[in-house]
């Protein structure tokens, strides 16, 4: 089975920029998780879709980041215009509907950084 | 959900068990204690769960006190591949958002 793809791995932009991360979630998992770690902070959660639909999206910063997951499979998170306090590494997760299985399962991360 | 603590830091010798503790007093009758754990910079790797009962799978071991509020989980024999940071995590089953918070880095040293 594969594990949850995240692209790219890493991103260098410009201040001002946008950047698009992208997250492959095991298939058939409907549940699909955003998280991020800043420097030197703690993971942080994001955003929480089931299938297509915003579970919930507390987590999201602020109006400059937009996280889509058009048929419920893949996500995208973009991020524009990008700031400097945006750099850390983008975590996307996945987990079935069905939890009896346990956690949830993380890809490796983007590391974004924003000169 | 309930907040964790856990120690900042802890060695262990290569071979020997790791017992990692984990605090949550403040944990509800239906969150279950998660454990995960992040080597390096890559994606955080879940370990094991427990509601109430000890859990052991091929990885760990999870022994969770009878008033719920303590829980420790047990490296049965670290190796220098188990040097990561370890999180205790209580969350409610239907897999809402995670509190990470700071975790304990484990040295597994030779």
């Known amino acids: 089975e594969a594990g949850v793809t995240q692209f790219p791995s890493h991103s260098v932009i410009e201040k001002g920029q946008t950047v698009t991360l992208r997250c492959d979630p095991i298939s058939g998992h409907d549940n699909l998780y955003w998280y991020r770690r800043v420097m030197g902070k703690e993971i942080k959660f994001l955003l929480h879709?089931?299938?297509?639909?915003?579970?919930?999206e507390s987590g999201m910063p602020n109006n400059r980041f937009l996280a889509e997951r058009t048929g419920g499979t893949y996500s995208t998170l973009k991020v524009q215009p990008a700031e400097l306090e945006d750099s850390g590494v983008y975590f996307c997760a996945s987990s079935p509907l069905d939890s009896s299985a346990g956690g949830y399962t993380f890809g490796s991360g983007t590391r974004l950084t924003v000169v | 959900d309930a907040k964790t603590t856990q120690p900042t830091s802890m060695d262990c010798a290569e071979g020997r068990a790791a017992n990692l503790p984990c605090n949550h007093s403040t944990i509800s009758g239906n969150e279950y204690v998660y454990w995960y754990r992040q080597i390096h910079s890559q994606g955080p790797q879940y370990i094991i769960h427990g509601l109430k009962n000890n859990e052991t799978n091929e990885m760990a071991s999870l022994i969770i006190t009878e008033d719920r509020k303590s829980s420790t989980l047990i490296l049965p024999h670290a190796t220098l591949r188990d040097t990561a940071v370890y999180y205790c995590?209580?969350?409610?089953?239907?897999?809402?958002?995670?509190?990470f918070g700071s975790g304990t880095k484990l040295n597994v040293k030779p």
């Open positions: 995590i209580v969350s409610q089953y239907n897999f809402n958002k995670f509190y």
């Open positions: 879709f089931v299938k297509e639909s915003k579970q919930d």
